[in-house]
């Protein structure tokens, strides 16, 4: 099977999923990783000029069981290459690493979305994934339903919930979007956004504690851009968001170091 990533990226893991296949999942697998630019057809991607790397070499693989493989491959990859020896059924493939954006496509585009998965931010910490992950708050889009966000425990204590990102790099943030969608009886009531620049900076808020509406997407627009590495959200005290979105673009020495890290992977 040949499989396009969601996002070109450097993979640090891959499980093939045989759930329920107890007779009939194959003997073996074997998984490929190629680089290549733009939208290749199936027929440009098996090209005898395509280079394909192995990531997991021909493996024993156990039936009605998730087979996790460790990837060790230092570079940037678009699509893969599935193969089951010699036959047989697999449920799942999943693919974990980091997102690695084309900076000349960011630069492009001038303002964008500085947390988005897609293009490169993560989520670093949470103080409570029980009923959803973090994750799921700069995944593309708006969310399509309730769980499709973030909603957390209720709290018992003083406390507030909170999450915090890494951002594809350092930027300059201009605006902000927090959005509350499907969350009616749920949502925080109120919510402020920090930055910091740099794993020792300090974090700075740039949008103070701010009501929440349910069911809302609550935009921002800030008096001067901030600049950082790292955003956290807070809400108070608990209840949940479905996106949050920081729209800017990076900084000049940001800028620099996503090229140089995107040259560095064979991007």
Not at 124 to 136: I, K, M, Q, R, V
Not at 221 to 239: K, M, N, S, W, Y
Request: aromatic share 8%; charged share 25%; net charge negative.
């Amino acid at each position: 099977a040949l499989i396009r990533l969601g996002a070109p990226g450097v993979i640090r893991g891959i499980v093939v999923d045989t759930a329920h296949f107890r007779g009939n999942y194959p003997q073996a697998v074997s998984v490929e990783g190629a680089s290549v630019a733009g939208s290749p057809s199936p027929e440009e991607l098996l090209a005898d000029d395509v280079k394909w790397t192995t990531l997991v070499p021909r493996t024993p693989v156990g039936g009605h069981a998730a087979n996790g493989f460790a990837v060790s491959a230092e570079q940037r990859f678009t699509h893969l290459r599935l193969k089951q020896h010699p036959d047989g059924s697999i449920a799942r493939l999943r693919v974990y690493g980091e997102v690695v954006p084309d900076p000349a496509w960011l630069t492009a585009l001038g303002t964008f979305d500085v947390v988005a998965l897609e293009n490169g931010g993560q989520v670093e910490d949470a103080s409570n994934l029980f009923y959803s992950p973090a994750t799921n708050t700069i995944q593309p889009g708006r969310s399509r339903k309730m769980d499709d966000g973030w909603e957390t425990r209720r709290r018992r204590d003083r406390g507030n919930d909170w999450i915090q990102y890494r951002l594809v790099d350092r930027s300059q943030i201009r605006a902000i979007e927090i959005d509350t969608a499907y969350l009616k009886g749920n949502s925080a009531g109120w919510a402020s956004v920090s930055v910091k620049d740099g794993e020792d900076g300090e974090w700075r808020e740039v949008l103070p504690r701010t009501r929440m509406q349910p069911d809302t997407n609550h935009r921002f627009v800030l008096p001067e851009a901030a600049v950082g590495t790292h955003a956290r959200v807070d809400i108070f005290p608990d209840g949940g968001i479905s996106r949050l979105r920081l729209f800017g673009s990076l900084t000049e020495d940001g800028a620099a170091h996503l090229a140089a890290r995107h040259q560095e992977l064979g991007g």
